[in-house]
Every structure is written in C-alpha cells, then in structure tokens.
C-alpha cells in the first residue's frame, strides 16, 4: 500500500461518500451500505498531450439514414428507432430470467450472418455454456466471437486487437477495474467500467451493448449517472408466467422514447410478434361481462388490448379489496369514485379485480372509459357488444376528453374486425370516414354507459 493512497466509504445505493464508516447513508438513508474504498491521489508524471480534437461546424456533418446498422429483428431496430447508430453505447435491464442475454445473443448471430464481426463478452457463463445456449437457440455465425472475461483491461485489448462491428457485454456488474480497490458490482467499479466502455464506443464508431441487472425495486443496478452516460436505455419488460416480452425504451438520444417492440418466447427463443393486437385478443371470450376491448398507443404504433373487471360483494367487511394488474391503481380508484358520483353505482363498498390480458402494462388515461364499461359491465352482469371497442379520457366531473392519435387507433380497430367505436364528441372533427366502422361520439360518462347498456 502507497502511502498517498487514501480511504473513503461509499454508498453502494446512491454513490454517497463518507470520511468514515457509519451504519446508515446521510445522502439517502439506506442502512449498512457504506463500502471501504481506496484512491489512489498520486500524482501523475503524464505530460499534457498537444492532440486535441479540432471544432467543427455542425452543418458541415453529413448524417444519412444508411448510418444505421439494421440488425434484421424488425421489432428490436423499431425500439432503437430505426437501428444501431454507430458508437452509440446501449444499456439494456430486465428482471432476471427474462431473456436479456437470450436477446443480445440472437442480435449478434442476426449481425453475423449479414457479414459483421461480433463479439460476445460474457462475465456470467463459459464460452462452453454459451456455445450450447447459441446452439438451442440456433443463433451462430462464422464472424460471431464469444469469451468469458470479467477484467476490463483484458477486454479493451481484446477489442483493440481485433476490428469489430458489435459488441455486447454481459453484463456490466460482473466487470472489474484493476485500479480500483472495490469488488464487482460496487458502485464505483460499475461506474468507471461504463466510463471506460463510453470512451471505447465514442472513439472507435463500435455500438456496445450493456446488460444490466436490476434491483428489487426494479432499477438498474449501479449509481443513476451510468443512466445518463449511456445513449439508450432500454427495459425488457415481462411477467414470466406469460410469453409476451416488451423491449421499451427509456431514453433514446437516437429516436423515440416511446416505441416498443413486442417479442413472444419459446423453446427456440425469442421470436417477433409483428401483430401484437391480433395476439392479444387471440383468446378473448365472445360474450363474457366485464371484458372490453380498447386501442393504446405504444410510440406510433397503434395496440388493441382486452381489459376485464370483475366486481363481486365483499367477504372483508369494510376492507373490500383492490387488486389491479397491468394499470394504474390510483387511476382505477379514481374512474371508481366518479362511477359512483355521476352513475349512482354503488361499487365502491365491492371488491374489484382488473386486469390486462398479455401481460401488458397501460399507463395512458386513453384506457378510462374500457375502465369504467368493464367495471359497468361486471356490476350489471350485462356483456359489452364483443364488435364496440372504446376510446377516451374520464375527467371528474364525468365528461370523456379526447385523447391524442385517434385516427389511427380505430383504423387499428377496423382492422382487427371491429364494427363500431365511442369516441369523445371533442375528436369527432379529427376523424375522417374509416370503411366498416361506425363511429358513436360521446359526451359524458353517462351518455355512454346508455349507448352500451
């Protein structure tokens, strides 16, 4: 040991320093978090360098379309945005289990076998135990390259000594820095491992994937800057006890935040689900109260989802309960409180079950009035036409408000079967003649429980 070497404790949460151990964080409040770790503050015999990058008028830069790197999974370039930019560094997170690795994996043999070098850096299984996973999932290529190594300094020469197209690093909490004094998956090392890679993408045009664990809460693992280092954040989203998976993006310096890509897994893997609205609603019931159909919105692309309310008389006395999948629980007690102002239904003393078949999770308020007509529809024990699909906004004094991109929500409708549409009256004048669909403008809660029951 140096002696100008020095001690601090950092916060394994939030990244928090301290000059001494202490049981609980001052900067966050987590308990039995703080970490020893040594910085090394000798100084550097390192002259200046004389090279430095030359400014450059910004509209000087020619930028093409062509610029991006197709990988040939439709649904995985639209949550991109269209494709891999070069030198762009993406971070993708899930729970474990969900398939990150199997994903990154069918991405590089996609890369590969349209004539990219890829190289596959794994900190979790052998070359052996990747070989077999490639195998199953039939994803390999002449130019496809995988090694197991977790040392940083290794894997930058190993990129250095080769020239490659792609790489993915699986994952990030498992890499060390020599120089640093901290085990893996610390804060600290996490943090200069993203740094180092950060540099690597910027000054060598080779896109670079991160896989992330996340944490109990579900955020990524590691201190919230390696968020903001990154170019693309993108979450697999999923229950495991469905098959649907949903690559969101979170930020995207390169595209829209808003798109998805919906994929289906399988023995083989993970396969692309171009049509989610028809897969979705494979398996909805023909007449069945409390089921109602409606079209969300996932960047631009247009999803029809069934969402069912069950009410039934309570069996807790004045603790009915409230169990919500796949929508918001404060948005649902809200729909269930203007139900009974302005509908004179008496549900809030019920228990109330909601839920999105697919596994899909609505954070829109577009969702409101297929809300409120499945709760109706449960409470009335009256079904809703199985051909009505509904779109708006329930507002508390109950009147439905328009919503954004309604045209091409119930083209979606249409083209899935469906015969007629309650819009809110405030987006009729938007809307232009769609073949086959009968459009019904609404203006209050009331008005359209009358036109369904």
């Known amino acids: 040991m140096k002696k100008k070497d020095k001690f601090t404790f950092r ?6 320093q301290a000059p001494k151990w202490m049981g609980k964080c001052l900067d966050c409040g987590a308990w039995d978090t703080l970490v020893e770790e040594r910085i090394i503050s000798g100084g550097s015999n390192k002259t200046k360098s004389s090279f430095f990058p030359e ?7 020619e930028v093409e379309e062509s610029d991006r790197l197709q990988t040939g999974i439709k649904e995985f370039d639209r949550a991109l945005g269209g494709g891999i930019v070069e030198g762009s560094l993406i971070l993708i997170g899930g729970d474990p289990g969900i398939g990150k690795s199997t994903l990154m994996l069918q991405v590089l043999s996609k890369l590969s076998r349209s004539g990219k070098k890829c190289l596959y850096v794994s900190g979790e299984e052998s070359v052996r135990q990747i070989s077999m996973r490639g195998k199953r999932l039939d994803s390999h290529g002449e130019s496809l390259f995988v090694v197991s190594e977790t040392d940083l300094d290794s894997i930058l020469t190993i990129v250095e000594q080769s020239k490659y197209d792609a790489l993915v690093i699986d994952s990030i909490q498992t890499i060390f820095h020599p120089d640093v004094s901290s085990t893996p998956g610390s804060v600290t090392q996490i943090r200069e ?11 060598t045009g080779i896109p670079i994937f991160l896989v992330g ?8 693992a590691g201190p919230k ?8 954040v993108l979450y697999f989203e999923g229950d495991k006890s469905h098959v649907f998976r949903i690559l969101r993006a979170v930020k995207n310096r390169f595209g829209s935040t808003n798109e998805i890509g919906v994929f289906e897994m399988n023995e083989k893997g993970l396969t692309q689900v171009p049509n989610p609205s028809a897969v979705f609603l494979a398996e909805r019931s023909v007449v069945a109260p409390g089921s109602v159909v409606t079209s969300c919105m996932e960047g631009t692309r247009p999803i029809l989802v069934e969402i069912q309310g069950l009410v039934s008389s309570s069996s807790l006395g004045g603790s009915p309960r409230r169990t919500v999948l796949g929508l ?11 139900m009974e102002k302005r509908l004179g239904m008496n549900i809030s003393s019920l228990d109330i079950f909601m839920n999105v078949t697919g596994g899909v999770k609505i954070v829109e308020p577009s969702a409101d009035l297929a809300i409120a007509a499945a709760l109706a529809s449960s409470f009335l024990d009256k079904p809703v036409d199985k051909q009505t ?11 439905i408000r328009a919503v954004g991109h309604i045209q091409a929500r119930i083209k979606e409708a249409a083209k899935m079967g469906f015969t007629k549409c309650l819009v809110p009256s405030s987006s009729i004048k938007q809307l232009s003649k769609i073949q086959g669909m009968t459009i019904e403008s609404i ?11």
């Open 11 to 16: 916060c394994q949460s939030c990244g928090g």
């Open 55 to 61: 400014p450059v008028l910004i509209d000087s830069i």
């Open 193 to 203: 491992a993203a740094m180092q890679f950060m540099k690597l993408a910027k000054s």
């Open 213 to 220: 664990h996340v944490t109990k809460v579900g955020a990524i």
């Open 225 to 232: 800057i390696m968020e903001h280092m990154v170019d693309t």
């Open 328 to 338: 918001d629980n404060h948005r649902v007690a809200l729909i269930v409180a203007v």
């Open 389 to 399: 699909t509904l779109i708006g906004e329930i507002g508390l004094t109950g009147e």
């Open 443 to 453: 203006r209050f809660l009331k008005s359209a429980m009358e036109v369904l029951f």
